[in-house]
């Protein structure tokens, strides 16, 4: 079955305890991305990546690293959450150019 | 800046009525333009548009894109209360080279009561 899996869905940590949200697609698709949802400012890209290697920055890239050393993976980090970074992430994959497949989503709240 | 809005940023109707989602963008180097409905979870694609005046139909849904006018309309007919949900529009944006950005609309609440 063609997905896009997030993990962890839930996770409550606390202000500078470093964490990663890990996202795998098994639909061989080139472009992954990165989303962030809060109530009255909808879905921002945080990240997103073309291929393996390639990554690029969104509209709200400050706090989050990425990488895609692999084609079906594309990890989001945050090295010091801060409150600031509670929401719901989506993690999504396309073919180039084509629509998005969107994880579950995992709600994050940071204290 | 690049934006995408939409209107109305919620709507309730009742079963039956016909209703029309708009979504207008200001971007630069436009590609595409996507319509995505969102219930309790993760976004499901709808349709995507890239040639101007062109319908494309899925059922009691349909979508239109203008791009001389710079908009996009989805309508849905005779509703039901499964078509409540958050209903979102976003922009496929060239941000350099082969690199391509989405970027969302806030997004329509519509709500159908039975």
């Known amino acids: 079955e063609a997905q896009v899996t997030q993990n962890p869905r839930y996770l409550i940590t606390v202000t500078g305890k470093k964490l990663t949200v890990t996202c795998s697609q098994n639909?061989?698709?080139?472009?992954m991305s990165w989303y962030r949802q809060d109530p009255g400012l909808g879905l921002r890209q945080i990240y997103y990546?073309?291929?393996?290697?390639?990554?690029d920055k969104g509209d709200v890239p400050e706090g989050y690293k990425v990488s895609r050393k692999e084609k079906r993976n594309f990890p989001l980090i945050l090295e010091s959450p801060s409150p600031n970074q509670t929401s719901l992430y989506f993690c999504?994959?396309?073919?180039?150019?084509?629509?998005?497949?969107f994880g579950d989503g995992t709600r994050l709240s940071i204290l | 800046e690049d934006k995408v809005v939409q209107s109305p940023l919620s709507l309730v109707v009742h079963e039956g009525d016909t209703v029309t989602l708009n979504c207008s963008y200001e971007?630069?180097?436009?590609?595409?333009l996507l319509w995505y409905k969102q219930e309790k979870k993760a976004p499901t694609f709808l349709f995507m548009l890239?040639?101007?005046?062109i319908e494309k139909k899925s059922g009691r849904l349909s979508s239109i894109l203008d791009k001389k006018e710079l908009f996009s309309i989805l309508n849905i007919t005779a509703t039901q209360t499964g078509d409540s949900a958050v209903y979102l529009c976003?922009?496929?944006?060239?941000?350099?080279?082969?690199?391509?950005?989405?970027?969302f609309g806030k997004g329509t609440l519509l709500t159908v009561n039975p």
């Open positions: 999504a994959s396309g073919a180039s150019r084509q629509p998005q497949h």
């Open positions: 639909m061989n698709h080139e472009y």
């Open positions: 990546s073309m291929n393996v290697e390639v990554t």
């Open positions: 971007v630069t180097n436009f590609r595409s």
């Open positions: 890239t040639s101007s005046g």
């Open positions: 976003a922009a496929f944006i060239n941000s350099g080279g082969s690199n391509y950005k989405l970027t």
